[in-house]
């Protein structure tokens, strides 16, 4: 039994409330879970047993600045106002009847120093409250309650934990900003250098529950056996988590959720996987929302600079994958969620079997337990980047949903499928089959680099298209192939289709467009396997590269007095051929008619284009430096003639040595 905030009883009416302490608040919400727990006799013995005894046992509060774990000077303890006045403490400040007790007041027989113990036992927790920053050393391996870092509203608090290599053990909680407008930080290291230090967690991490909590792991691992990490957990709370260095690992067994509670603060909640650390989450993994708290926005994963994360449980979601509602017309909103993967970084969506992501409302594919529609969610503009050096793995079904994005730039993805109803903006290697869905849009970067698909491309009809036309050296037409082949020519993946059905072709100028006519849009495989087709069972027709072509439809240009068609002429090749482009050249230098001293220079360019005649003189070699060249002209627009000439006086006079010509298009 595992009973939530909104299932436990307010107020049972034997618990005894205290007014005396700052923290009864807080402890009499925990206590109440227990009293109330403890009437179902079974569910205590088996279940609260466990769970209450971690939580509402005796808190022991960390009064030192920097010090050592188990010195019993360095903490302070709670004791309580008893419903039952026979019940009595033992040496370790414990209770002999905990059930009705309710933590309260210090008293001097375990007050300020003198507690004569420190938290070493499951029925104790550690509460640590000074607006300050210290150190805090474990100089062994205890077995407690909960780590819970509570300074007041409006103070900040910065705690080093210092695993020094021992391996504690948590029962219950670390919950770091816990208090409204606090700001924690807890830093966790392994000072040894034994590379042994553990914090062992049977529960969850609650980085922001109502404030703002920061949590780093620098060295050392967190194993959270049992439980998940929730970063903005609370009300209006914000997390940040930074895992970094190598010897930096966590291991939860639970969820991993990035924006649990429904916020909209422009920071949102942060997690950093960096210089090798490794996160791993063998269950549910949400960036942008919780199971049942609704969505959040503007929510980051950064996993970069070698970084692992690793995920095994679907779907795993960037956006809103929860049944509730946060808005009062009862929509929800989730919005500019980003997961960024990036130099040398891995996600692994998969470890065993692959599985499942989306982008967006999980609900949209039917992935979430239930979709808002009075009115619908909000989701938009959450997103997939992959940017040089990343690699993203182990998905089957990559869904991105309208209005939302995946962005390969520069990197590798790994998926057996990506159905888009939304943006698939792209340069890299993408390893799987691509579906544009009506609606949906594949925009290649080919002004940046090569797309290549590596298991076949189908654009239904109403999707889009939009290519980039570059002079740039680094120009390069998307490749599709249709999967691949054993040595011994056995097809092995991919669709061995290129289909594109009366898809809207968007054409983009990202810098001289106009100057050729003749532009290769795809390349497609033309591979015979090793041994022929012999070995392979489908059609091989097909699977030679003949595609189920039936056209694009020209959708915007950057020029319409062009004429644009599709070709398929050339095999292997999808090319766009624009008609009625004029080269941007010198067509003629001649000494002008009757005036042999003058110079005419004529050239052609597209009608409107702005040009600069530049000139300079030889170096005396027959060569010159194009760095001397100066304007000679101001700015000529081209006419609808598309030709232009300029008139050199007195450019060539008797003796004159070589000069040289060239004409620029001013930015």
Known sequence: MNMTDESRPANPPFIKKSTSSILAPFYLQLVSRCAYIAVIAVVWMFWGAGKCLAQDQPRFVWIAGNGTWDNPANWATNLYDYFNTNTTLDSGCRSTNWVNEVLSNVTASCGPGGTGDYPHDVFQGALFTNAATYTVTYDGSPFYGSNLFQNASNTAASVTLDLNGNQPTVQDALALGTSGGSTTTVTIVDSSGSHNGKLILNASINVGRNGFGTLYLNSGTIDDGSGSINLGSGNNGRGVAVFSGQYAHLDPN???????????????????????????????????????????????????????????????????????????????????NVMLVKSGALWACANTSTKSVCVGDAAYFGLSQTQTTTPPAICTGNVIEIMAGGVVTGASDLYIAPSNSVELLGGRLEAVTISNWGNLIAYGMDVGEDRIFAGGMLKTLNSRGKLTISNGLWMVTNSVLEVELSTNQTYAATEVDFGDYTKQGHYRGGTNRFTVDQAILNIVDAGGFDTKSTWDLFTYSTNVPPGGWGSWAGDATNALGVTNFTGFVIGSTPNSSYTYSISTMMYGHIQLIIGGITQFKVVSVARQAGASTNVVVTWTDAVGKTNVLQTTTGLGNGNYSTNNFTDLSGLIITPSSTTNSYVHTNAAPAGTATRYYRVREPQ
């Open 254 to 336: 639970s969820q991993i959720s990035v924006g649990n509670d429904p916020q909209e603060d422009p920071a949102g909640s942060l997690m950093i996987i960096t210089n090798g650390a490794r996160v791993y989450c063998s269950s549910s993994f949400r960036l942008g929302s919780g199971s049942g708290k609704g969505g959040s926005s503007n929510n980051m994963i950064v996993v970069a600079e070698g970084g692992i994360l690793s995920c095994d449980s679907g779907p795993e979601s960037i956006g809103l994958r929860s049944t509730g509602v946060t808005n009062t017309d009862g929509g929800t909103l989730c919005f500019n």
